[in-house]
């Protein structure tokens, strides 16, 4: 059987030399998502340790490489979620238990077709059970961050895991609208088949941190821009006074 080779170069070799690999970019970080789906979604069985697997598996989305499988991920996996369910299983009690109380709304909403404005109950109920799974994501995202906002500074518990995604969700409201279409979308997945759910798993954590990305990339853009045009500004204002003074 012939297989299409993909041409990748090796970063291990100093020389430049270029491998040829049966893995194209694309198919492995395919590849990668779906082995980081798994093992979020068994780490996540305990429904309380779902933060903490999120948050393992937005590291293990870092560590990608695109010119190959990536080595120990399943290990690295581990030692990440060991270190995350520190403040991570609070924060999944008490995500759980606001899914739960807005689940038990639904359900009386659905039953009591007669109740005024149920209607309303039913959209109001849903968006706060996706902006509580926005808000988990972007603190498992920032959590795996490497800088300031990384394990460091969330390990201190649950008020700092709260802190940073609250601030992260309402700093970029596009990329928190953005994670909110990717959990529907998981959401309605999962509904159809089960069996779908260690896949979107996977590419929920590489949403997460695909948007935080962006958020990060989209500030440094306006810092400097906003540098740049103070400097326009500043030579602006030199050459008008060096000509009001000529």
């Known amino acids: 059987m012939t297989y299409a080779m993909a041409t990748r170069r090796d970063p291990g070799h100093r020389d430049g030399r270029v ?72 924060r999944g009690t008490a995500g759980l238990a606001s899914l739960a109380f807005l689940a038990a709304d639904l359900r009386i909403a659905a039953v009591a077709g007669d109740l005024p404005g149920h209607g309303l109950l039913v959209v109001v109920c849903a968006a706060a059970g996706v902006a509580v799974v926005v808000v988990q994501l972007r603190a498992a995202a920032a959590w795996s961050e490497p800088g300031d906002a990384g394990p460091a500074t969330l390990a201190n518990g649950f008020a700092g895991w709260r802190r940073v995604a609250l601030a992260r969700s309402r ?12 959990v529907c979308a998981t959401a309605v997945c999962a509904w159809q088949l089960l069996l779908l759910l260690p896949l979107v798993s996977g590419v929920l954590a590489l949403a997460a941190v695909a948007v935080e990305r962006r958020g990060r990339e989209e500030k440094a853009a306006r810092t400097e821009c906003r540098r740049h045009g103070g400097t326009v500004l500043r030579t602006g204002q030199s050459s008008s006074s060096d000509g009001s003074s000529s």
Do not use: H, K, N, Q
């Open 171 to 182: 700093d970029d409201l596009v990329g928190s609208v953005i994670l909110a279409a990717a």
């Open 19 to 90: 491998r040829d690999t049966p893995y194209g970019e694309r198919f492995t970080l395919f590849a990668e998502v779906i082995w980081i789906g798994v093992l979020v979604t068994l780490a996540s069985l305990p429904l309380v340790t779902w933060p903490a697997a999120m948050a393992a598996g937005c590291a293990a989305v870092r560590r990608c490489v695109p010119d190959g499988p990536s080595v120990g991920t399943a290990r690295r996996f581990a030692a990440d979620w060991r270190r995350a369910l520190r403040g991570g299983t609070l």
